[in-house]
């Protein structure tokens, strides 16, 4: 079982930055693949960014350039740098974990940080 813990959401001004943090309660290690996904009011859950047991990242169209995701996985925390944050980046910050074994997918989720991008 993993728990997941995001924290470093809040308030900011358009151009803006914000760095997300994911503490993971069990040991990630490099056996999980690390995502952050966030939803906005009345859409659906989107991904964000993710990081793969081997270091692949993958971005979203929409924040390329201005959002790095890491891991570090003595720590069990995964990070979301945002930079050049915009308004339609307002939404709640999801952090996932997960594993595909010979036994089942493994899928875990956070409880959500909310950024706000506001003037």
């Known amino acids: 079982q993993v728990q997941l813990v995001e924290s470093g959401g809040g308030l900011v001004q358009p151009g803006g930055s914000l760095r997300l943090s994911c503490a993971a309660s069990g040991s990630i290690s490099s056996t999980y693949a690390m995502g952050w996904y966030r939803q906005a009011p009345g859409k659906q859950r989107d991904l964000v960014a993710s990081i793969s047991t081997g270091g692949r990242i993958n971005y979203a169209e929409s924040v390329k350039g201005r959002f790095t995701i890491s891991r570090d996985n003595a720590k069990n925390t995964v990070y979301l740098q945002m930079n050049s944050l915009k308004f339609e980046d307002t939404a709640v910050y999801y952090c996932?974990?997960?594993?595909?074994?010979?036994?089942?997918?493994?899928?875990?989720w956070g409880q959500g940080t909310q950024v706000t991008v506001s003037s």
């Open positions: 996932n974990a997960r594993r595909l074994s010979i036994t089942g997918l493994y899928d875990y």
